[in-house]
């Protein structure tokens, strides 16, 4: 069975400086890798995804998430980040045609 | 145009009530699903249906019974609420890409 985790409740950066978010992942095949976002009181957004090809994926609002295999990781980045970019980041899994499971989220801080 | 729309946004009820939560997609999407937001925003996949056909039930209680009218609606119908069904509940599509498309979520409170 898939797993994700993530391994940080919590993660502040100052504006303006370079982010990570991080992600570990389980599956049994190939791996499809996702980012969400969720703002207060949304839904979530996709943000990028990885199923095959470059290790380095590019998204939305300038995020970036590098695919690591030997490490079984896919860290969500930003060379600098804005205040606006704070909120909840789900990283997600999903194994050839099995369901998307969902990590436990990431509350990113950006301090001003 | 909302992609995926789900009414009403917020439900408070009393314990042992019967309530549904309504979910359109306008995006041509042929797999939806209903996920479970707890407090502590944990999402558990709930249901999933491919075309109006069942393909993913994750042991949720039969209390929970999901509709699917047609392939752009997925309904969820819930019997005899408990205090432990308070949560937020995310309705999505999937795009042929893999991508999900979350509505706004209904945050049902049970009293």
């Known amino acids: 069975a898939q797993s994700v985790a993530q391994p940080e409740d919590q993660v502040n950066v100052a504006e303006g400086n370079p982010l990570t978010v991080k992600c570990t992942y389980s599956?049994?095949?190939?791996?499809?890798l996702f980012w969400y976002v969720q703002y207060p009181n949304r839904g979530l957004q996709f943000l990028l995804k990885?199923?095959?090809?470059?290790?380095l994926v590019k998204g939305s609002y300038g995020f970036e998430a590098e695919f690591n295999k030997s490490q079984t990781s896919f860290h969500l980045k930003k060379p600098s980040a804005l205040v606006s970019d704070s909120a909840l980041y789900f990283c997600?899994?999903?194994?050839?045609?099995?369901?998307?499971?969902f990590g436990k989220g990431t509350r990113l801080h950006i301090l001003p | 145009d909302t992609a995926v729309s789900q009414t009403p946004k917020y439900l408070v009820t009393q314990m042992g009530n019967d309530k549904s939560i309504k979910c359109e997609q306008n995006l041509g999407h042929d797999t939806m699903y209903w996920y479970k937001q707890d407090s502590k925003k944990f999402l558990k996949i709930m249901f999933s249906y491919n075309n109006k056909e069942l393909i993913i039930n994750e042991t949720v209680p039969n209390r929970f019974s999901p509709k699917s009218p047609d392939k752009a609606h997925l309904n969820l119908h819930i019997n005899s609420l408990e205090l432990g069904d308070s949560a937020v509940y995310f309705c999505?599509?999937?795009?042929?890409?893999?991508?999900?498309?979350f509505g706004e979520g209904s945050r049902l409170t049970v009293l």
């Open positions: 999505a599509s999937e795009s042929v890409l893999g991508e999900l498309f």
């Open positions: 599956v049994s095949g190939n791996p499809y």
């Open positions: 990885y199923i095959t090809g470059d290790n």
């Open positions: 997600a899994v999903r194994d050839g045609r099995d369901k998307i499971i």
